[in-house]
């Protein structure tokens, strides 16, 4: 799992650190950083001096000052903590996009066939798509309504839609294919999240896809987007090339840094 940005308190920093020295917060940063990116600190000295761009003579000096901070074995406890907050948060959301998918895509035919029956399969998914989406209590299989997670209704479309792509990606619909799917839908992130069930259901979930992304071109079907009422439009912006953005209170998080609703620096 990356991490491509880490949690960072400037308050609980200075107030630990006001002793070092320039060169010692430098050096001090650099271990974290390598730290979060790579949940592991080596305990080689050689190899300490090159992760904080010093001679190892210079290294040495301060080494014991630095010490201070880490448990035995360079570990570090706060840094941890963030890490196992991090991995339940992204636990948490790909279980939610997983039991989104599954409890929508009951009532959606499968494909059985990978020739003809799928252009026409694509086809009648096309046709839905357009139609409101429903799923009776009495479609359901039977405990599904006890066993499907209660908070699951408080998750949006485009919350669900960014949240299922690594499962996706394990079943042969790539990050790219689904941002296309995206585009050509004008951001409706309800019709979009349709389509991928149909895919995901389906016994060859990239070609199904394809067939749905090829019908929308074929028919010039490109909406105007749709604003979302519940996202920011420059947080869809960088979830579409792949940087994580995250809720955070009434801000949003996003490489390290704790952004507005306009995408405005606020914070660390």
Sequence with gaps: MSHPWMPFYPGDYLADTVHLSTLEHGAYLMLIIHYWRNEVLPSDDTKLARIVRLPLDQWMEIRSTLADFFQPGWRHKRIEEELATTKEKYQRRAVAGRQGGLASGRTKQKQTDAGAMLQQEAGNAEARLGQPQSQPQSQLHKGESQNAPSDLASISAEDRFWARL??????????????????????????????????????????????????????????????????????????????????????????????????EMVGW
Excluded: M
């Design 166 to 263: 690594n499962d996706l990606e394990e079943k042969g619909i790539s990050r790219s294919r689904c941002t296309e799917l995206l585009a050509l839908t004008g951001h409706d992130f309800i019709e979009a999240n349709r389509a991928l069930d149909g895919a995901e259901q389906a016994a060859k979930p990239g070609q199904y896809l394809g067939a749905i992304i090829r019908n929308r071109q074929q028919s010039g079907k490109a909406p105007s987007p749709r604003p979302s009422p519940h996202v920011p439009s420059w947080v869809a912006e960088r979830r579409a090339t792949g940087v994580i953005v995250e809720r955070d209170g009434r801000h949003w998080r996003c490489l390290g840094e704790l952004l507005n609703e306009a995408g």
